[in-house]
């Protein structure tokens, strides 16, 4: 069975510093995919990056970058010059080859100060 | 372009009566998923559907829940009777056939008293 860790229940940043957020996976599968959500305060999930198995290089989609080390089975999602509105719950999750089932860990809140 | 579009957005309903939240997923969209969130649990998957049929219903939680998917365009997941503990946001998301862009209805927000 797969698995999400996502260890810290929340964590504080000053606007405009940069924030990593932690997510351990567990799985038997070779191939998979790690993916990050972001679900603001109004309850939207909103996708933010993917990262396969087999990708050489770590993703990024903007100020999100995912640091992918797969011989920890860590993928930890990096965001630069942080944002009021990065404030959210963020939810790392995997899915397996060939299934499109996500399994979702259980979110770790994030809020920037100003 | 419309986004997935989940009715009711709440619903409040008692013990006993039968809830039926419905989902429109993004058109030419292939997949389709309901999920569930609560605080304990998270957001959990209870089954997901792929050009139609159901792929895996392992997480539906017992069979007062249901899920049918009559057309490509349509999807309704039922409970009844409905319990206290059914409380939670109830999610649709649907995708092109891979993980990659699974796009989240805004939820459907179920209160049973």
């Known amino acids: 069975a797969q698995k999400i860790t996502q260890t810290q229940p929340g964590m504080f940043v000053q606007e405009k510093e940069a924030v990593t957020l932690d997510c351990t996976y567990d799985t038997s599968d070779q191939s998979y995919g790690l993916f990050w959500y972001k679900q603001p305060s109004s309850g939207e999930m909103i996708f933010l990056i993917y990262?396969?198995?087999?990708?050489?290089q770590n993703a990024t989609e903007g100020r999100y970058s995912l640091n992918f080390q797969k011989a920890r089975k860590s993928a930890n999602l990096v965001i630069s010059a942080s944002q009021l509105g990065d404030s959210a719950m963020y939810f790392c999750?995997?899915?397996?080859?060939?299934?499109?089932?996500?399994?979702f860990g259980k979110g770790m809140k994030l809020t920037v100060n100003p | 372009d419309a986004g997935v579009i989940q009715s009711p957005r709440h619903e409040v309903t008692e013990m006993g009566q039968e809830v039926t939240l419905r989902c429109k997923p993004i058109?030419?969209?292939?997949?389709l998923f309901w999920y569930r969130q609560t605080m304990m649990r998270g957001l959990e998957l209870l089954i997901y559907?792929?050009?139609?049929?159901?792929?895996?219903d392992s997480g539906m939680p017992e069979d007062r829940f249901s899920a049918k998917m009559p057309n490509a365009s349509f999807s309704t997941l039922k409970i009844q009777p409905s319990e206290p503990r059914d409380s939670a946001v109830y999610f649709c998301?649907?995708?092109?056939?891979?993980?990659?862009?699974?796009?989240f209805g805004p939820g459907t927000r179920l209160l049973v008293l």
């Open positions: 999750a995997i899915h397996q080859g060939g299934s499109e089932k996500l399994v």
């Open positions: 990262q396969g198995s087999y990708d050489e």
């Open positions: 998301a649907s995708s092109l056939g891979h993980p990659v862009g699974q796009y």
């Open positions: 559907f792929n050009n139609n049929v159901p792929i895996d």
């Open positions: 058109s030419g969209h292939n997949s």
